[in-house]
């Protein structure tokens, strides 16, 4: 008889522990990122290789499918193009498609050419596609970047900090508050750092805002870890404040314009292979920030694919020394969202159809983020990052030794799911199902490390409260009531918090959320938290407790927006 | 048996788990062209497979071993058939469960539904329950192994025909292809068509839902009515099965397969089965407890109807059938009384699922 140990059953912390972590991999060198840039060019040639041979499969190796799926391409480049330039788009983008145009033509209305001639002409125009995709996408991390990045990050926001919170004279050059006060990281943080030099780790954040990547970014390097390369959206790029700390951070590129075939594979292969490399990863799954404020539950599975390719890749090229992947969600908890105002409209008015990107939000310009980053620090709003238990590529936890064990404990060799008569075989549609159950485990994991905050619940309950006493109406026709007519007396509005608190904290002890230290304060205190902090730099506040003790809101979409971060944990039953 | 199961066979066999009519059936076809291990909890019964190839009177083909160790058997075979009743289907997988591994497939055929209760919950003391709570058999698996590669078998599946290798089809239901193609390859045969679905909640569910109507068909034969009335049952049954199945997250296209529509014709006309054959004795007065007790293997659809009821009452759904039927099986309501309210029942739309 086996004795089974149970690694996995100890409760996400909240007790948060500032902590000073020594870095794992101490010389650059050692760094994956580093050992990744240095052979930039055969990286790329073999992304280029790997992907023209998967376009080439997907086509069934039939000349006539090739060059529609090639002719596709280009009608759908070329759109582009003409419908939705962008800055950050090269000069020679419209003259290299004319040249796939011509070049079509030609192969087209050549009688010389035989069969297999033309299929040689075709995937070289594919390869020339390929190149150009995987050179774009391509990170271009350097040290010496990368460093002075973190430098001014941490120097520039800890001097913002310390201005605020010292007051006097010497507080510019206090350093009595570090920013590791404002954001706290928590959670599964010695694990992480465990499996970083174990293996390759896939680390999938909630997103809710462009700040996100910065502060994942921030996250990882105090943490001790090599810096991880994650796929950002060019649109990004487009902000020259974004653009320089993006490539300092060994962000590759990912251009939502684009949605062909070719593209989309490139991508993908440059994903695989990077996480093939050892590079540690970052995507975010949910695809795009999420417009209506609820946690991700369905996920873009695209690049999760690839960390399942990769593990079983890794199986089929080292036999006796498999790579493993760990995927570890976080999520990233504020009590404010800079752009909630403009995801939320963009939410509602979603007409079902895919848009493009819309680029007017308040991330828009270098100016408007300097305004809010010095906003952020010198007010009061905590952030707190929760890493989460890391799984296998099938969503099942692994232990410190980064074995993948069971429900009951049992090891599980991940081997074994791409196992048929004992050979590892590729089987894509296999990897596609396992992909949605990884999917559907992540989302999972991100509802039970979601740390509550005060404002969380104030929100939450309040929109409950303004629902329930307007039954008759629906959804749209709730969020176009005028907002003077909305007013909760504030002992109702108190008592349904303290239910809605007591079952958070049930389902806190049931292990299915986190919340935050505060929440144990009186009642009437963590109310008063909650409205200081909820959206507190919003030019309408979604909350406000008026002088004759009415709860009011601003704006009720901003409210609704806040309201939807506890939505899927069926407290609605509750209020 | 020899714990080295290298030395019994050629080639790896293929497991089934449970040797009860069906299983025996499913044995006997997949050992037309396969090796075939039986896993079976009776010493006897393993000893009478491997001594005189019967087991309660039912001729097993001669290559067929069986053996009573759970772990020899998730050894020796990749591939197995559990065929066991859904009463005792979470037990044996529970019992299997330290012996699986990712790379073994499962491809059940137990057309039942599992109850999957918080702790402490009984049927008896729970008033709400949910889809969660109701398990599927591949949905039992996936809760108690870690294996991911699930199928299962359902259609029109007579064990007694299969026994006599009267033609016949069968649906192997599961996500993933190289399933579907692997119980196509170890089951086809001549007399023996074997399709594929995707939709394996919807397949599953087919095969639990139709056993509701199997007995309301049967007690209606049981009565003496005629072919007009069963023609109306079989297409309410059908409507009815249909909305329970996309409510419980079943594809209505699956319902009208060979698992749906197939396996309901079948069922609602044939003494051969277990479920049917409980309604025609229900009709004809006899106690549930009587016939139960001297059937020899459990008709599914006592089980499901129950389960159902509760799951109806928790989200406010209507099923006629259903609920007059759990009033004949469980309430002493009189068959004639029930089909009385049926009729009644106003709903005057032929078709609105499609």
Same mark, same amino acid.
């Given at each position: 008889?086996?004795?089974?140990?149970?690694?996995?059953?100890?409760?996400?912390?909240?007790?948060?522990?500032?902590?000073?972590?020594?870095?794992?991999?101490?010389?650059?060198?050692?760094?994956?990122?580093?050992?990744?840039?240095?052979?930039?060019?055969?990286?790329? &040639?073999?992304?280029?290789?790997?992907?023209?041979?998967?376009?080439?499969?997907?086509?069934?190796?039939?000349?006539?499918?090739?060059?529609?799926?090639?002719?596709?391409?280009?009608?759908?480049?070329?759109?582009?193009?003409?419908?939705?330039?962008?800055?950050?788009?090269?000069?020679?983008?419209?003259?290299?498609?004319?040249?796939?145009?011509?070049?079509?033509?030609?192969?087209?209305?050549?009688?010389?050419?035989?069969?297999?001639?033309?299929?040689?002409?075709?995937?070289?125009?594919?390869?020339?596609?390929?190149?150009?995709?995987?050179?774009?996408?391509?990170?271009?991390?350097?040290?010496?970047?990368?460093?002075?990045? +973190?430098?001014?990050?941490?120097?520039?926001?800890?001097?913002?900090?310390?201005?605020?919170?010292?007051?006097?004279?010497?507080?510019?050059?206090?350093?009595?508050?570090?920013?590791?006060?404002?954001?706290?990281?928590?959670?599964?943080?010695?694990?992480?750092?465990?499996?970083?030099?174990?293996?390759?780790?896939?680390?999938? @954040?909630?997103? /809710?805002?462009?700040?996100?990547?910065?502060?994942?970014?921030?996250?990882?390097?105090?943490?001790?870890?090599?810096?991880?390369?994650?796929?950002?959206?060019?649109?990004?790029?487009?902000?020259?404040?974004?653009?320089?700390?993006?490539?300092?951070?060994?962000?590759?590129?990912?251009?939502?314009?684009?949605?062909?075939?070719?593209?989309?594979?490139?991508?993908?292969?440059?994903?695989?292979?990077?996480?093939?490399?050892?590079?540690?990863?970052?995507?975010?799954?949910?695809?795009?920030?999420? +417009?209506?404020?609820?946690?991700?539950?369905?996920?873009?599975?695209?690049?999760?694919?690839?960390?399942?390719?990769? =593990?079983?890749?890794?199986?089929?090229?080292?036999?006796?020394?498999?790579?493993?992947?760990?995927?570890?969600?976080?999520?990233?908890?504020?009590?404010?969202?800079?752009?909630?105002?403009?995801?939320?409209?963009?939410?509602?008015?979603?007409?079902?159809?895919?848009?493009?990107?819309?680029?007017?939000?308040?991330?828009?310009?270098?100016?408007?983020?300097?305004?809010?980053?010095?906003? /952020?620090?010198?007010?009061?709003?905590?952030?707190?990052?929760?890493?989460?238990?890391?799984?296998?590529?099938?969503?099942?936890?692994?232990?410190?030794?980064?074995?993948?064990?069971?429900?009951?404990?049992?090891?599980?060799?991940?081997?074994?799911?791409?196992?048929?008569?004992?050979?590892?075989?590729?089987?894509?549609?296999?990897?596609?199902?396992?992909?949605?159950?990884?999917?559907?485990?992540?989302?999972?994991?991100?509802?039970?490390?979601?740390?509550?905050?005060?404002?969380?619940?104030?929100?939450?309950?309040?929109?409950?409260?303004?629902?329930?006493?307007?039954?008759?109406?629906?959804?749209?026709?709730?969020?176009?009531?005028?907002?003077?007519?909305?007013?909760?007396?504030?002992?109702?509005?108190?008592?349904?918090?303290?239910?809605?608190?007591?079952?958070?904290?049930?389902?806190?002890?049931?292990?299915?959320?986190?919340?935050?230290?505060?929440?144990?304060?009186?009642?009437?205190?963590?109310?008063?938290?909650?409205?200081?902090?909820?959206?507190?730099?919003?030019?309408?506040? @979604?909350?406000?407790?008026?002088?004759?003790?009415?709860?009011?809101?601003?704006?009720?979409?901003?409210?609704?927006?806040?309201?939807?971060?506890?939505?899927?944990?069926?407290?609605?039953?509750?209020? | 048996?020899?714990?080295?199961?290298?030395?019994?066979?050629?080639?790896?066999?293929?497991?089934?788990?449970?040797?009860?009519?069906?299983?025996?059936?499913?044995?006997?076809?997949?050992?037309?062209?396969?090796?075939?291990?039986?896993?079976?909890?009776?010493?006897?019964?393993?000893?009478?497979?491997?001594?005189?190839?019967?087991?309660?009177?039912?001729?097993?083909?001669?290559?067929?071993?069986?053996?009573?160790?759970?772990?020899?058997?998730?050894?020796?075979?990749?591939?197995?058939?559990?065929?066991?009743?859904?009463?005792?289907?979470?037990?044996?997988?529970? &019992?299997?469960?330290?012996?699986?591994?990712?790379?073994?497939?499962?491809?059940?055929?137990?057309?039942?539904?599992?109850?999957?209760?918080?702790?402490?919950?009984?049927?008896?003391?729970?008033?709400?329950?949910?889809?969660?709570?109701?398990?599927?058999?591949?949905?039992?698996?996936?809760?108690?192994?870690?294996?991911?590669?699930?199928?299962?078998?359902?259609?029109?599946?007579?064990?007694?025909?299969?026994?006599?290798?009267?033609?016949?089809?069968?649906?192997?239901?599961?996500?993933?292809?190289?399933?579907?193609?692997?119980?196509?390859?170890?089951?086809?045969?001549?007399?023996?068509?074997?399709?594929?679905?995707?939709?394996?909640?919807?397949?599953?569910?087919?095969?639990?839902?139709?056993?509701?109507?199997?007995?309301?068909?049967?007690?209606?034969?049981?009565?003496?009515?005629?072919?007009?009335?069963?023609?109306?049952?079989?297409?309410?049954?059908?409507?009815?099965?249909?909305?329970?199945?996309?409510?419980?997250?079943?594809?209505?296209?699956?319902?009208?397969?060979?698992?749906?529509?197939?396996?309901?014709?079948?069922?609602?006309?044939?003494?051969?089965?277990?479920?049917?054959?409980?309604?025609?004795?229900?009709? &004809?007065?006899?106690?549930?407890?009587?016939?139960?007790?001297?059937?020899?293997?459990?008709?599914?659809?006592?089980?499901?109807?129950?389960?159902?009821?509760?799951?109806?009452?928790?989200?406010?759904?209507?099923?006629?059938?259903?609920?007059?039927?759990?009033?004949?099986?469980?309430?002493? /309501?009189?068959?004639?009384?029930?089909? =009385?309210?049926?009729?009644?029942?106003?709903?005057?739309?032929?078709?609105?699922?499609?």
């Amino acid at each position: 008889m086996v004795i089974f140990d149970q690694p996995n059953d100890k409760p996400l912390t909240d007790d948060y522990i500032k902590h000073q972590y020594e870095p794992i991999l101490p010389k650059k060198d050692e760094w994956p990122v580093v050992r990744l840039s240095k052979g930039r060019k055969e990286f790329i &040639q073999q992304v280029v290789a790997s992907s023209s041979e998967k376009i080439k499969n997907l086509t069934g190796n039939q000349v006539q499918a090739l060059k529609e799926e090639l002719e596709i391409t280009l009608y759908k480049e070329r759109m582009r193009i003409k419908q939705n330039p962008w800055l950050v788009d090269p000069d020679d983008e419209a003259s290299f498609w004319s040249g796939v145009k011509s070049s079509l033509l030609s192969i087209g209305v050549d009688q010389r050419l035989s069969e297999s001639d033309k299929k040689e002409k075709y995937l070289e125009i594919l390869t020339a596609i390929t190149q150009r995709y995987a050179e774009e996408i391509a990170s271009n991390f350097k040290h010496s970047h990368y460093k002075m990045t +973190r430098r001014i990050v941490t120097f520039g926001f800890s001097r913002l900090l310390n201005t605020s919170r010292v007051k006097g004279f010497k507080s510019i050059f206090s350093n009595q508050y570090s920013l590791q006060d404002k954001i706290q990281i928590i959670g599964e943080t010695d694990q992480l750092r465990e499996l970083a030099s174990k293996g390759t780790i896939v680390m999938v @954040p909630t997103h /809710f805002s462009n700040l996100d990547s910065i502060l994942i970014g921030w996250t990882i390097s105090t943490l001790g870890l090599p810096p991880f390369i994650y796929g950002a959206g060019l649109n990004l790029f487009n902000i020259q404040i974004f653009a320089y700390f993006m490539n300092a951070l060994g962000a590759y590129k990912v251009d939502r314009r684009k949605k062909n075939q070719i593209y989309l594979e490139t991508l993908k292969t440059y994903s695989r292979e990077a996480i093939q490399f050892g590079c540690h990863s970052l995507f975010f799954p949910g695809g795009t920030r999420s +417009r209506s404020g609820t946690i991700e539950s369905k996920l873009k599975l695209g690049l999760l694919n690839t960390a399942i390719e990769a =593990q079983r890749a890794n199986y089929q090229a080292e036999p006796d020394d498999p790579g493993k992947v760990f995927i570890v969600p976080v999520t990233i908890n504020y009590h404010f969202v800079l752009e909630a105002p403009s995801l939320i409209k963009e939410h509602l008015n979603y007409t079902g159809q895919e848009r493009y990107y819309s680029e007017s939000d308040e991330f828009s310009t270098s100016y408007k983020i300097s305004r809010f980053l010095v906003k /952020f620090f010198t007010k009061g709003s905590d952030i707190s990052v929760s890493i989460g238990k890391a799984l296998d590529i099938l969503g099942n936890y692994v232990d410190e030794n980064g074995k993948s064990r069971d429900r009951h404990g049992r090891p599980i060799d991940c081997k074994d799911y791409f196992l048929t008569n004992n050979q590892v075989t590729v089987d894509l549609q296999r990897e596609e199902e396992y992909t949605k159950k990884l999917g559907k485990r992540i989302a999972e994991e991100f509802h039970k490390i979601n740390r509550v905050f005060s404002s969380h619940l104030v929100a939450f309950t309040a929109f409950q409260l303004i629902q329930r006493s307007n039954e008759k109406l629906d959804l749209f026709s709730l969020l176009q009531l005028p907002e003077e007519d909305i007013q909760l007396p504030f002992d109702d509005f108190k008592a349904a918090c303290g239910k809605v608190l007591v079952e958070i904290k049930r389902q806190k002890e049931a292990g299915k959320l986190g919340i935050a230290p505060h929440l144990e304060k009186p009642l009437e205190e963590i109310i008063r938290h909650g409205f200081e902090n909820l959206g507190m730099y919003h030019a309408k506040r @979604p909350l406000i407790r008026t002088e004759d003790g009415h709860v009011i809101t601003e704006d009720i979409s901003l409210l609704y927006y806040y309201h939807n971060r506890l939505d899927g944990y069926e407290l609605e039953k509750i209020v | 048996m020899d714990m080295n199961w290298k030395k019994s066979f050629d080639a790896r066999p293929i497991g089934v788990i449970g040797i009860g009519s069906f299983g025996a059936a499913i044995a006997n076809l997949l050992a037309e062209k396969n090796e075939v291990l039986v896993y079976a909890r009776d010493e006897a019964v393993v000893q009478s497979i491997n001594e005189t190839h019967k087991v309660k009177n039912r001729k097993l083909a001669d290559k067929i071993k069986a053996t009573n160790d759970p772990e020899m058997l998730c050894e020796a075979c990749e591939v197995m058939f559990p065929m066991i009743p859904s009463s005792g289907f979470q037990e044996v997988m529970v &019992q299997f469960a330290p012996y699986l591994h990712p790379y073994h497939f499962l491809i059940h055929g137990t057309k039942g539904l599992s109850l999957n209760l918080p702790e402490g919950k009984t049927l008896e003391n729970i008033t709400q329950i949910n889809r969660e709570h109701i398990c599927t058999m591949s949905e039992v698996i996936l809760k108690e192994t870690v294996v991911e590669r699930i199928g299962c078998l359902a259609g029109p599946n007579l064990a007694k025909e299969l026994l006599e290798h009267q033609p016949g089809a069968t649906v192997v239901a599961s996500r993933y292809n190289e399933v579907i193609r692997e119980g196509q390859r170890l089951l086809r045969s001549d007399n023996f068509q074997v399709y594929g679905n995707s939709d394996i909640i919807g397949v599953e569910l087919s095969g639990v839902l139709k056993n509701i109507i199997a007995i309301a068909a049967g007690a209606l034969s049981g009565l003496g009515l005629g072919d007009n009335a069963k023609g109306l049952l079989v297409s309410r049954g059908m409507v009815e099965l249909i909305h329970l199945g996309n409510a419980m997250g079943g594809g209505t296209k699956s319902f009208l397969g060979l698992a749906g529509i197939g396996d309901l014709v079948t069922t609602c006309n044939s003494t051969l089965s277990r479920n049917y054959t409980l309604g025609f004795r229900l009709a &004809q007065g006899e106690k549930l407890v009587d016939i139960t007790s001297d059937m020899e293997e459990v008709a599914e659809g006592i089980n499901t109807v129950k389960l159902i009821k509760l799951y109806l009452e928790s989200t406010n759904r209507r099923a006629p059938i259903t609920e007059n039927l759990y009033k004949v099986l469980f309430e002493n /309501f009189k068959v004639e009384t029930a089909l =009385q309210s049926l009729m009644k029942y106003p709903i005057y739309t032929d078709i609105d699922f499609l």
